[in-house]
């Protein structure tokens, strides 16, 4: 991938990582200050070797593989939209920054700084994750974070001594009810222990529980809310003599459609008309690093990848036509957003 971008002549600076693979930031060097940043992850949920068990298929219309639209796609779109502007004289491609992360499907904990760093200054934050199934780009993303709840309690034999055990899983249970009780999906709160471990064998009081939670929030307020919710409830125990660890917080904030990014969309969507791709936006509850640019203030748009669906499942597919649809979008609203800047400033 590196000399593809070098080919473009984007100097390409590699982040060595320990626990996750390299980040990639790309810089075209005539530029001290470029315009767009352009966000893209190159890590898919799948395991080592599923390339080898599942490799990349095509059958009619729709190609198939793992990662195929989330988001190697978009990484192809990416270098042909800058390779299609260089070859027809625009210099737009200049203009454009990347941050090509390895860690985007376990929260960017280790890209989040570089590409907020990158953010900084840009005038809009392009976002690669893949179009919806329509073929709708993603102006609003509900936050979300991640929480562990481990309970050390007591453990005893239940039968010979059962009064001297305090239950980590009954502490447990406690916590799980109270954390469901906190869904409001009308409010788009959604809260939701969905790995739970804890015992060693039926006839013992548990020694220890753990629980770890996904929440998800449509606004900054809840995002809190939700925090200090959560904390307070683990601060004290139900079963005594249980104690509580917490771990975690909402690591991603909300994207949320303000009136920037419906500008941006509407520049995005009268971009397609003029090639014939009618746009719609929407809403997704799944995270993404736009998150982070749109919470900076950064006019961002999302779901600039080509169309595709079943993401991180085997019937992961791109719609093959899409491809080189959304690479012509991608290149002709960066030509415009360039444009539109030059000619604001003389
Ligand atoms: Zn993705």
Redesign the pocket.
């Known amino acids: 991938m590196i000399p593809l971008f070098e080919q473009l002549g984007f100097h390409v600076t590699t982040i060595s990582q320990e626990t996750v693979g390299d980040h990639l930031r790309i810089i075209h060097p005539t530029q001290r200050q470029a315009s767009i940043l352009i966000v893209a992850?190159m890590d898919t949920v799948f395991e080592p070797g599923t390339a080898n068990e599942r490799p990349f298929t095509i059958k009619g219309t729709r190609a198939y593989g793992p990662g195929v639209i989330?988001?190697k796609a978009s990484l192809v779109s990416v270098i042909y939209a800058l390779r299609y502007l260089k070859e027809n004289g625009s210099d737009a491609y200049q203009h454009v920054e990347l941050v090509l992360n390895s860690d985007?499907?376990i929260g960017s904990s280790t890209s989040r700084q570089l590409i907020e760093e990158a953010a900084k200054g840009k005038a809009y934050a392009l976002v690669m994750?893949?179009a919806r199934r329509d073929g709708s780009v993603v102006t609003e993303r509900r936050g979300n974070g991640r929480f562990t709840i481990e309970v050390h309690g007591k453990a005893a034999h239940s039968g010979i001594e059962p009064e001297k055990g305090r239950s980590a899983i009954e502490e447990l249970a406690h916590k799980i009810v109270k954390l469901h009780e906190l869904n409001d999906h009308e409010h788009g709160i959604s809260v939701n222990v969905g790995i739970i471990e804890g015992g060693n064998a039926v006839n013992t009081v548990s020694a220890t529980a753990i629980g770890h939670i996904d929440v998800r929030v449509a606004t900054e307020e809840q995002a809190e809310e939700m925090e200090h919710k959560i904390e307070t409830m683990c601060a004290s125990s139900d079963v005594s003599g249980t104690e509580i660890e917490l771990t975690g917080d909402i690591s991603r904030p909300p994207m949320v459609k303000n009136e920037k990014i419906a500008r941006l969309f509407q520049v995005v969507k009268k971009v397609g008309a003029e090639l014939g791709i009618e746009l719609k936006d929407t809403k997704t509850g799944g995270g993404?690093d736009a998150s982070f640019t749109a919470a900076m203030g950064i006019p961002t748009i999302d779901g600039l990848g080509p169309v595709g669906g079943n993401?991180h499942s085997e019937k992961e597919y791109l719609d093959i036509p899409s491809l080189t649809e959304r690479t012509l979008l991608l290149a002709k609203v960066i030509e415009k957003l360039v444009e539109d800047r030059k000619t604001k400033r003389s």
Do not use: V
Request: proline share 11%; net charge negative.
């Open positions: 992850h989330d988001m985007e499907e994750e893949p993404s993401a």
